[in-house]
């Protein structure tokens, strides 16, 4: 039976992503909700224009009239809440937008769905699910061993990493004070097509392909846990329908890398596709002063989604970045669109 699912921020890089998985792959009706701020691109979302499934509402998940109306008239069955300000280095320099959406915004959606949940009937309320999309960086910087689970403590540094930290603590309190059926995801840094282009992935690729300077933040040696982001909507689609309300799924790739190697598997991959006349991309990287609190490393265990919900990722780093070089190589115009 087809659903009706409302995605906040779905132009953004990962809501697109879930958008075109579920127009792709099921019969249910797609409102996408988004501010459509700086980083949003409807473009991400190519030929859904005819879809009969998808249907755009320009709005903010702050407005909490704009909200009550939107749930009044979709009547949704689930709601994937990706709305969010996400760029670390922005939140340095300007953390009030990241209050405002992460966590006002928060606040103001599970409100607005809490109203909208206790009039549904009984077995509506039964079925109806609040996805919340929330990131590793929650859990502060580890070591150079181990992995975020899903009991790790929170320990936030950075205005970003804070206000996801808060907007989880909401929907949790929601569930466990109000009873609304939320389950909350955290995921490892994702990769991949219709990426912003300030984020380091797509940065460093469209740099090379220009032969401008790649800074790197101080030196290089900085770890992420990568994660392609199909990978990532079939395990946030997955959580909607099989996940457990209340309960928190770690998301990851179990693909570790420094800064300084994606940068480097980058430049030897436009190398081989796109020749430079002026030797090996690798010269072009630049060691840059490092961002205030910048975590040295992160990686999530995704054991739990693994063995309870049976997901694994399909791409490893290598076959994931190839992909994402090719794409970006290939789409020239979106991203001279979107860094425009």
């Known amino acids: 039976m087809s659903q009706k699912i409302v995605v906040t921020g779905g132009a953004g890089f990962i809501g697109s992503a879930v958008i075109r998985q579920i127009l792709a792959?099921?019969?249910?009706?797609?409102?996408?909700?988004?501010?459509?701020?700086?980083?949003?691109?409807l473009s991400s979302l190519p030929s859904v224009a005819e879809d009969?499934?998808?249907?755009?509402?320009?709005?903010?998940?702050?407005?909490?009239?704009?909200?009550?109306?939107?749930?009044?008239?979709?009547?949704?069955d689930t709601v994937l809440n990706l709305a969010a300000e996400s760029h670390v280095d922005r939140s340095i320099g300007g953390p009030a937008d990241f209050i405002s959406t992460n966590?006002?915004?928060?606040?103001?959606?599970?409100?607005?769905?809490?109203r909208y949940w206790r009039e549904l009937d009984a077995d509506k309320r039964r079925r109806f699910r609040f996805l919340h999309v929330s990131t590793d960086e929650v859990y502060g910087s580890l070591g150079p061993s181990g992995a975020f689970s899903e009991t790790t403590p929170y320990a936030p540094?950075?205005?970003?990493?804070?206000?996801?930290?808060?907007?989880?603590?909401?929907?949790?309190?929601?569930?466990?004070?109000?009873?609304?059926?939320?389950?909350i995801t955290n995921c490892s840094n994702n990769y991949?097509?219709?990426q912003y282009p300030e984020k380091l992935i797509p940065l460093t690729i469209i740099k090379g392909i220009r032969g401008e300077p790649i800074p790197v933040y101080g030196d290089g040696q900085n770890v992420r846990d990568w994660l392609f982001v199909d990978d990532h909507a079939r395990a946030l689609l997955l959580v909607t329908s099989e996940g457990i309300p209340g309960e928190t799924y770690n998301i990851g790739g179990r693909c570790e890398r420094t800064n300084l190697s994606v940068v480097e598997e980058i430049c030897d991959h436009l190398d081989r596709i796109l020749p430079w006349n002026r030797g090996h991309r690798r010269q072009l990287i630049t060691f840059v002063k490092d961002r205030p609190g910048h975590d040295r490393r992160y990686a999530i265990d995704p054991t739990k989604i693994e063995q309870s919900l049976g997901w694994r990722a399909v791409e490893d780093f290598s076959s994931g970045i190839r992909k994402t070089v090719e794409w970006y190589a290939?789409?020239?115009?979106?991203?001279?669109?979107?860094?425009n």
């Open 52 to 76: 009969p499934n998808y249907f755009f509402v320009k709005g903010d998940i702050a407005d909490a009239a704009a909200m009550r109306q939107l749930f009044q008239k979709i009547r949704p």
């Open 192 to 194: 991949g097509p219709y």
């Open 103 to 114: 966590i006002v915004g928060t606040f103001t959606l599970l409100q607005e769905a809490l």
């Open 330 to 339: 290939g789409n020239a115009a979106w991203w001279y669109k979107a860094n």
């Open 25 to 41: 792959n099921t019969s249910d009706i797609v409102t996408n909700v988004d501010k459509l701020t700086y980083a949003a691109n």
């Open 157 to 183: 540094n950075s205005p970003y990493s804070a206000s996801k930290a808060a907007s989880d603590h909401l929907v949790r309190a929601w569930h466990h004070t109000y009873g609304l059926p939320a389950i």
